[in-house]
Structures are given as structure tokens and as C-alpha cells.
Nanobody, 122 residues
Framework: QVQLVESGGGLVQPGGSLRLSCAGS????????IGWFRQAPGKERERVSC????????YYADSVKGRFTISRNSTKNTVYLQMNSLKPEDTAVYYC???????????????WGKGTLVTVSR
């Protein structure tokens, strides 16, 4: 059974940085696409960033390109999201999710963490 546990959220001022971590277990690293989604208050959940299992390509939403970086450790069981130049509109609950397959499509993701709250405010 795949388990994902996020950490690293918190309160940060605009322009600041945070690094989120997603510790995973119970999956074969090369078979899974794994990434980050977020849901802001009153909005639908959206895909933020993802590792493709096919070619290890990294996907970023347009709203975070150039500011966020996804990475993972050598064993591929922990995925990170480095978030720089944070904006108030980045405020959301951030979820880690995984699926057997090539890409992170929200409706197809089969394993989800419980989320970690990121608040960007003065």
C-alpha cells in the first residue's frame, strides 16, 4: 500500500521560500508518476508540478514556472518542492500524489497524502 506524507508547510511572507517534502513508501519507484497538487480556499485543486515515470521529465504549472523546483532523493522515495518568490496567491493546501503510469493527471491519481498548508501573508 502506497503511503505519502507531506511536511514543510507554514506561514511565510511574500517573496519568501519554503521547501515541502513528500515521504513515500510502498511503491516501486520507477513505475510511478509522483507530484504536487494544491487547493486554495474556494478553488478547485490544481496540478503544480510532477515527475513523469516515463522519462523523468518534470512538469510545472505556468503559474509556478521559474519559482518552484521539484526534485527527489537518490532512492526516489522522497520528493521535494522548493518554492521561491512566494506570492499570496500561492496560499493553499499542498498535496503529494502518485499513480502507476507516466503522468500526473488529477483524476487518475490513486494515492494522496493528507496535505500541508502553505500560507503566504504579511
Amino acid at each position: 500500500q502506497v503511503q505519502l506524507v507531506e511536511s514543510g508547510g507554514g506561514l511565510v511572507q511574500p517573496g519568501g521560500s519554503l521547501r515541502l517534502s513528500c515521504a513515500g513508501s510502498g511503491f516501486t519507484r520507477d513505475e510511478y508518476a509522483i507530484g504536487w497538487f494544491r487547493q486554495a480556499p474556494g478553488k478547485e485543486r490544481e496540478r503544480v508540478s510532477c515527475f513523469s515515470s516515463t522519462d523523468n521529465a518534470r512538469y510545472y504549472a505556468d503559474s509556478v514556472k521559474g519559482r518552484f523546483t521539484i526534485s527527489r532523493n537518490s532512492t526516489k522515495n522522497t520528493v521535494y518542492l522548493q518554492m521561491n518568490s512566494l506570492k499570496p496567491e500561492d496560499t493553499a493546501v499542498y498535496y503529494c500524489a502518485a499513480v502507476v503510469g507516466s503522468y500526473c493527471v488529477e483524476r487518475d491519481m490513486t494515492s494522496w497524502g493528507k496535505g500541508t498548508l502553505v500560507t503566504v501573508s504579511r
